[in-house]
């Protein structure tokens, strides 16, 4: 199948497929006499493969660590993967946290302003942040 069709198939952009194509992460069966890309069933597994690690949010090189498993199971263990997908939680647990902070920082900066028409001059929000409080 050329680069359109595989499009359709996984829901990712030819763009985006060529970008995997460059990074290492897909590769194109074979090319055509015109040197379009030819992709086979495989390489659309692999694709969605692709697709659901970028949505547990996994980074390239974790999801290139990942699919290195995945093309050779027997020579790896399910330890690896879970390696890769506990220090993917860990992060997470860091930016949830990371974002709970901000939003209780937000939470008082909006709650200590009286969001009327008066000046600037007197806004909580300006002086807090200009305090660095």
Partial sequence: MKISE????????AHTLR?????GLLKASMRSVNNYRIYSEDDLITALFIKRCKECGFSLAQTAALLAIKHDKSLHVCAEAKSITESKLQEISQQIEQLQQM???LTELQAYC????????FCTIISTLEAGK
């Fill in 6 to 13: 595989l499009e359709k198939r996984t829901g990712i952009n």
């Fill in 19 to 23: 970008y995997y194509e460059k990074s």
């Fill in 103 to 105: 939003e209780g920082t």
């Fill in 114 to 121: 009286c969001g009327g028409q008066e000046s600037a001059e």
